[in-house]
């Protein structure tokens, strides 16, 4: 018994140690925020992150400071960094508006389709392990029937139990593919943010190459490719050329 007590004592105290720094940088970073420091919080914010820990609230605010610091690049990035982790946040996405009304770039994007958007709107109701959690529940009940179906002897149950686990089976697969899907999502690094003030896109990549258009800070752009240290970007309305690597940052 005594050996337990010491063993709890022990994991508690390395609990409190490990887990006390990133509890004070969180509690110096808010007050730092409060009052007005938005760099010194900022700074708190991502020594938190570079300590290996991450959440939609600590992105959220990281990106609050950066946007109260006008570096809308920073901004944007830490926004579509919490959005991915927390896809339903109202906070998060208002904010992020609000951001985009800084860009310079008013892109008229490409609108997806009907069928795309009800997709969309479906997987977002659910996280990834949700997701996961329902596909097993279904899996299980589809077993459960199946083993109805076989084992009993009224042909009305047989017929239900039939129907019913063909059903979940179905309902199975869809789900699965949600949580798959949104477990991609979170790991999906093919989009970044510019975040260099004014950066012009090339034909090809190179700097002799073509100027096709120019982009500005805190837009976000889909990687399609990339050859050295260029990367081939499409924008909302299509678009697409070469940037260099470094005038972005990966969500």
Do not use: C
């Not at 975040?195 to 100027?211: I, L, Q, R, Y």
């Amino acid at each position: 018994m005594k050996k337990i007590i010491i063993s709890v004592i022990l994991l508690l105290s390395l609990t409190i140690v490990y887990a006390s720094p990133a509890d004070s940088l969180w509690t110096q970073a808010n007050a730092a925020y409060t009052e007005g420091d938005y760099n010194g919080a900022s700074d708190k914010y991502e020594s938190i992150l570079a300590s290996g820990i991450e959440s939609p609230d600590l992105y959220f605010n990281l990106g609050n400071a950066y946007y109260k610091q006008n570096m809308l690049g920073q901004a944007m990035l830490n926004y579509e960094r919490a959005l991915r982790l927390s896809p339903e946040n109202a906070d998060i996405i208002n904010n992020l508006q609000m951001a985009r009304l800084m860009q310079l770039d008013k892109i008229e994007e490409v609108p997806d389709f009907v069928f795309t958007k009800w997709y969309n709107s479906v997987l977002q109701i659910a996280t990834s392990n949700m997701w996961g959690v329902i596909s097993i529940v279904l899996f299980a009940a589809f077993l459960i029937l199946l083993l109805v179906y076989f084992f009993t002897r009224s042909y009305g149950l047989r017929k239900l139990s039939f129907f019913i686990s063909v059903l979940a089976l179905i309902m199975f697969v869809v789900t699965f593919v949600f949580a798959s899907q949104q477990r991609s999502t979170l790991t999906d690094d093919s989009y970044a943010v510019i975040f260099s003030p004014v950066v012009t896109v090339k034909g090809s990549p190179d700097d002799n190459g073509t100027d096709l258009f120019i982009i500005h800070e805190g837009l976000k752009v889909k990687v399609i490719d990339q050859i050295g240290s260029w990367n081939r970007i499409v924008i909302g309305d299509g678009n697409q050329g070469w940037i260099p690597a470094e005038t972005m940052e990966r969500i």
